[in-house]
Structure formats: C-alpha cells, structure tokens
C-alpha cells in the first residue's frame, strides 16, 4: 500500500476520492495501511478543501460498502486538520 499510495500521492485529485476511499481497508494488519490512505486524501483536501470535502462526504458510504467502518475516524482527522 506504502508504494501505490506513494506512486499517486502527487497526481491525485479530487476526482479520485472514490477509488482512494475504496483503499481503506477496515481489517488492517498494520495502521499504516491505511495511514497511507489518509495522506493521500490528506494531500487532496490541502490543495483543493471545498470541493475534496464535498466528495469525501458524498461518497463516504464506500467505507460501509467496504466493511472499513473503523476508518470513520480518519475522515474528520483529514477535513480539519
């Protein structure tokens, strides 16, 4: 996960929070699997805040339909930070 999220760190945008949100993975062996997934999002919400807010809050129903209900907790860490 540490090199896909590496590899599109710097070109991702708002357009891809829905496929980024689908990388959250609820069974984690290790937090930084998804860590990696916050940064990513993390990054995006930096450079555009309005409309990356917008779509991660309109697509947040992919963590149920992922089962990665335990990664609800990172998406208030990413909006307002």
């Known amino acids: 996960m540490n090199e896909f ?3 599109i760190v710097k ?4 357009k891809d929070i829905p ?3 689908r ?20 990054k995006i919400v930096k450079n ?3 409309d990356a807010a917008k779509n991660i809050i ?3 129903r992919i963590l149920q339909e992922e089962e990665a209900e335990e990664c ?7 909006l307002f930070i």
Not at 26 to 35: F, K, S
């Open 72 to 78: 609800f907790g990172n998406i208030p860490m990413i």
């Open 48 to 50: 555009d805040p309005r």
């Open 5 to 7: 999220c590496s590899s």
């Open 58 to 60: 309109a697509n947040i």
């Open 23 to 42: 990388l959250y993975y609820g069974r984690a062996i290790t937090w930084a699997q998804n860590e990696y997934v916050t940064e990513v999002l993390y």
């Open 19 to 21: 496929d980024i949100l």
């Open 11 to 14: 070109d991702a945008t708002v």
